[in-house]
């Protein structure tokens, strides 16, 4: 269609509008003021953005709007679903009877029929569609009710984002998150019921720093959160540049911790137009995580040989110390475990070490903890003692082990016995082989000097005196010395055994594994 064509349907329609107007005043002495009055009104309507529908008393449409033309030819797809006869024209829809657009008339016409019912708002869902109409009474100048306004608006966006943000309010409302709200100017907008509770709790404390706070809503609805900062300056650059965020960060409030989240809140044309504050009191994790953080340092610094797995029996930690045990010994191990490797260690499932994985799966159960023993792998002998490791929900965490090699122990307990029974039998020249010991044992070496003096001296004895009674005396002495030797590693044990019931007292071995 031309542009003049266009422009002479639009006059046809003013004119239309404007009969259709002049006809609900019909009867009517008008002055031709009013008469102009009237004209005026009509074009006002029919170029208004507002799509605008009249009916008379028997609901018949009297007249419609430019825009409500257009507002119908948007709609038509969907309307043609319901209505398959519908047309957007102003031929199918003038002397139209609205009935025909409702299920049930009768409502519509108790609403309508009465003057005192009006003004009246409602939305229409139309298929997909939601469609908002505001109803007025149309009275002549005698004051007679002669027929009704519609006011049309397709509403179908903003009823959605309307539902939308309902939705997202009710869920924020029923989180167990606190979440805060502020606009561009750090004005707090919003607060969940979580962030009242979390306040409440904190109440006392803050009480502590602002004299006047208090953790009601009216208190801090509006409230500037420059009022809780020390230096404003250093959140309000933060927070004024959208690039700055998602940022975190945890607040030191008296004797309590407070984690902070802070996301920025767009809208929908991707403006900024304030911040989200999600709040979470951390007080009891970052003081759970100073402790780790001992405890590990102490378990790591610790001489104690210190093993730990997880309920399905997989090595998650094994501490400097063992693992430099297990390395001095990692050869000796792997000729009876060849798949043996200190390095691999972590994250092995110690079922591979044992060719009976369900002896040790039971013996490792909680209930039958602690437990200990010893073991042999080839040549060498470790000493085990295993605890069970719980959660503060006393849920069940895995295994600490603790590991002692006895090896040297072991065989200078065998070569001391053997030192004992030769002596018996007059045999002095058994020696012990310390020069194979480490440590404490390497005092076996100077009690074997002594031995050795000793019979020296004895044997010199024999051929001197030929005395079998002083033999006896220097044997005897001999034995005693031995005997000293036996008595040091038992004190050893005993210390051992000692350090085993300190460390299972004293060590919290659950927490350290909780960190894994």
């Not at 004797?255 to 996301?263: H, I, S």
């Not at 008595?487 to 594994?513: M, P, Y």
Request: aromatic residues 6%; glycine residues 6%.
């Amino acid at each position: 269609m031309s542009n003049e064509e266009d422009s002479i349907e639009n006059e046809l329609n003013l004119t239309n509008e404007s009969k259709q107007i002049n006809q609900t005043s019909e009867g009517s002495n008008m002055s031709d003021s009013n008469s102009e009055l009237n004209a005026m009104l009509a074009q006002a309507s029919a170029s208004s953005e507002t799509a605008m529908m009249m009916v008379d008393r028997d609901l018949k449409i009297t007249y419609l709007n430019n825009a409500t033309n257009l507002l119908l030819k948007a709609l038509e797809p969907t309307l043609k679903e319901i209505w398959s006869d519908f047309e957007a024209t102003s031929d199918y829809m003038i002397g139209k009877c609205i009935d025909d657009f409702h299920a049930n008339p009768a409502h519509q016409r108790k609403i309508l029929g009465d003057p005192a019912n009006l003004p009246y708002q409602t939305n229409i869902k139309l298929g997909v569609k939601t469609v908002r109409l505001n109803v007025a009474a149309i009275v002549d100048a005698s004051g007679e009710y002669v027929g009704s306004s519609l006011e049309w608006a397709d509403v179908t966006a903003e009823v959605a984002s309307k539902n939308e943000i309902a939705r997202m309010e009710g869920a924020m409302a029923g989180s167990a998150t606190a979440t805060m709200m502020v606009d561009r100017d750090l004005l707090i907008t919003y607060m969940n019921p979580a962030t009242e509770t979390l306040l409440k709790t904190l109440e006392p404390v803050m009480k502590g720093i602002w004299s006047d706070f208090s953790a009601d809503r009216d208190f801090m609805m509006g409230k500037c959160i420059d009022d809780f900062h020390a230096n404003p300056a250093h959140q309000r650059k933060i927070l004024d540049d959208p690039a700055n965020l998602p940022y975190q960060t945890n607040i030191k409030l008296g004797d309590q911790t407070v984690r902070l989240n802070v996301a920025a809140i767009m809208d929908g044309s991707g403006t900024y137009v304030g911040s989200s504050l999600e709040w979470e009191n951390v007080t009891s994790q970052v003081d759970a995580q100073i402790e780790i953080g001992r405890l590990v340092s102490a378990t790591q610094g610790m001489t104690t040989n210190l093993m730990m797995a997880d309920a399905d029996g997989v090595i998650n930690y094994m501490n400097p110390s063992l693992e430099k045990m297990l390395s001095r010994r990692e050869k000796e191990i792997q000729k009876a475990l060849p798949v043996f490797s200190v390095a691999k260690c972590v994250g092995t499932n110690f079922d591979s070490f044992h060719a009976n994985p369900a002896h040790q799966r039971n013996l490792l159960q909680p209930e039958n903890l602690p437990y200990s023993t010893k073991i042999s792998v080839g040549v060498l002998t470790f000493g085990l003692t295993a605890i069970a490791l719980f959660d503060e929900e006393n849920n069940y965490l895995g295994t600490a082990v603790e590991w002692s090699d006895e090896t040297e122990v072991v065989n200078a307990q065998i070569q001391v016995e053997n030192l004992i029974n030769d002596a018996v039998e007059g045999k002095l020249d058994t020696r012990i082989n310390a020069d194979e010991f480490d440590g404490f044992l390497k005092r076996a070496k100077k009690l074997a000097i002594v031995y050795t003096d000793i019979e020296g001296v004895n044997s010199s004895s024999f051929d001197i005196l030929g005395n079998r009674d002083w033999s006896n005396a220097w044997q005897a002495e001999a034995i005693e010395h031995i005997r000293t030797l036996k008595s040091v590693l038992a004190d050893v044990a005993i210390a051992a055994d000692k350090f085993e019931k300190d460390f299972g007292a004293n060590l919290k071995l659950s927490q350290i594994s909780a960190l894994d």
